[in-house]
């Protein structure tokens, strides 16, 4: 049976321009990160609407391969589909990252940034792996 689970790493964004580094481990019993959906918790003002409010760069296992590039939009619909990821986990391995606002204006309000990885217990499945 295929074990699915979401690690949430969340971002709090004080000031403008501000650089926010992270560390975040993942279950060793998970093996495969699926993907990954970068969101914005809550709502900013309206003119804010479809402009980029930041750029995310993340590394797994120990920096040794940078799988995601992401910048973040206040959308109006709100919520993303997750978009795919493809990337096989060492056991006990950190996922690193960097957030970098990029709203440089001087009406800026703190925000909450969300990052949810979604990961299995498998290596890989096959369609065959049923039967």
Same mark, same amino acid.
């Given at each position: 049976m295929l074990v699915t689970r979401? +690690?949430?790493? @969340? $971002?709090?964004?004080?000031?403008?321009?501000?650089?926010?580094?992270?560390?975040h481990k993942i279950p060793a019993y998970l093996k495969r990160c699926t993907g990954f959906k970068l969101s914005l918790v809550g709502a900013l003002d309206s003119?804010?609407?479809?402009?980029?409010?930041?750029?995310?760069?993340? +590394?797994?296992? @120990? $920096?040794?391969?940078e799988a995601i590039t992401a910048s973040l939009k206040q959308?109006?619909?709100?919520s993303q589909d997750f978009q795919e990821l493809e990337v096989q986990l060492h056991p006990g391995q950190i996922v690193s990252g960097v957030y970098v606002d990029t709203m440089l204006g001087e009406d800026f309000t703190p925000y909450k940034v969300q990052l949810y990885l979604r990961c299995t217990d498998k290596e890989g499945q096959t369609q065959n792996e049923k039967g």
């Open positions: 979401y +690690s949430i790493v @969340s $971002l709090r964004v004080q000031k403008p321009g501000e650089i926010i580094s992270f560390q003119k804010h609407l479809n402009t980029e409010l930041g750029r995310l760069s993340v +590394s797994f296992n @120990s $920096l040794k391969e959308e109006e619909l709100g």
